[in-house]
T-cell receptor, first 116, second 111 residues
Framework: GAVVSQHPSWVICKSGTSVKIECRSLDFQATTMFWYRQFPKQSLMLMATSNEGSKATYEQGVEKDKFLINHASLTLSTLTVTSAHPEDSSFYIC????????????FGPGTRLLVL | GEDVEQSLFLSVREGDSSVINCTYTDSSSTYLYWYKQEPGAGLQLLTYIFSNMDMKQDQRLTVLLNKKDKHLSLRIADTQTGDSAIYFCAESISSASKIIFGSGTRLSIRP
């Protein structure tokens, strides 16, 4: 099946620093990727839709200047958490829609961010 | 607006069937999904059903859809310890659009 990877799987950083998370579709091209966050014992909430070659579409309440999304190629989208604070600590999961396949999205394994 | 609801916990005896229920509000939902998440892991798509279907069966999994009541259920036959996880019900209006997730049902298996 289709594989989506995320890097890093774990990251611990100091408050005020920026963290970049990568989402890659390993064996297919993805014009659209989605970024979700999941707080402990809660559901996934969509943060933004990442479109290759254009600006991301953010959900209401998500700060676009804080969560920078870049989708520079058909296999890579990045999420940068700028000036991270402890309340940004969460599990970030990406998904990728396989181009041309009428099915669903393939999810990455997630990145756990802890901001101290 | 879009909303997906499911109960938070379910406990079943090993070998019994598990039934996880879900309700959704968006009548334009076309795709309805069940995802599994094991501790500390990402999401695994278990199965999905189109809104024009009533039932879908895949080995031990049976999905039932009552579109009139906007009710979706997942039945796991012969539940095993490896089925312990959180199960998320989700919906989207197309394969390209965002997925709205329920809160997840934590399934625990007792001997």
């Amino acid at each position: 099946g289709a594989v989506v990877s995320q890097h890093p799987s774990w990251v611990i950083c100091k408050s005020g620093t920026s963290v970049k998370i990568e989402c890659r579709s390993l064996d297919f091209q993805a014009t659209t990727m989605f970024w979700y966050r999941q707080f402990p014992k809660q559901s996934l909430m969509l943060m933004a839709t990442s479109n290759e070659g254009s600006k991301a579409t953010y959900e209401q309440g998500v700060e676009k200047d804080k969560f920078l999304i870049n989708h520079a190629s058909l296999t890579l989208s990045t999420l940068t958490v700028t000036s991270a604070h402890p309340e940004d600590s969460s599990f970030y999961i990406c998904s990728a829609r396989r181009q041309g396949i009428q099915e669903t999205q393939y999810f990455g394994p997630g990145t756990r961010l802890l901001v101290l | 607006g879009e909303d997906v609801e499911q109960s938070l916990f379910l406990s079943v005896r090993e070998g019994d069937s598990s039934v996880i229920n879900c309700t959704y509000t968006d009548s334009s939902s076309t795709y309805l999904y069940w995802y599994k998440q094991e501790p500390g892991a990402g999401l695994q798509l278990l199965t999905y059903i189109f809104s024009n279907m009533d039932m879908k069966q895949d080995q031990r999994l049976t999905v039932l859809l009552n579109k009139k009541d906007k009710h979706l259920s997942l039945r796991i036959a012969d539940t095993q310890t490896g089925d312990s996880a959180i199960y998320f019900c989700a919906e989207s209006i197309s394969s390209a659009s965002k997925i709205i997730f329920g809160s997840g049902t934590r399934l625990s298996i007792r001997p």
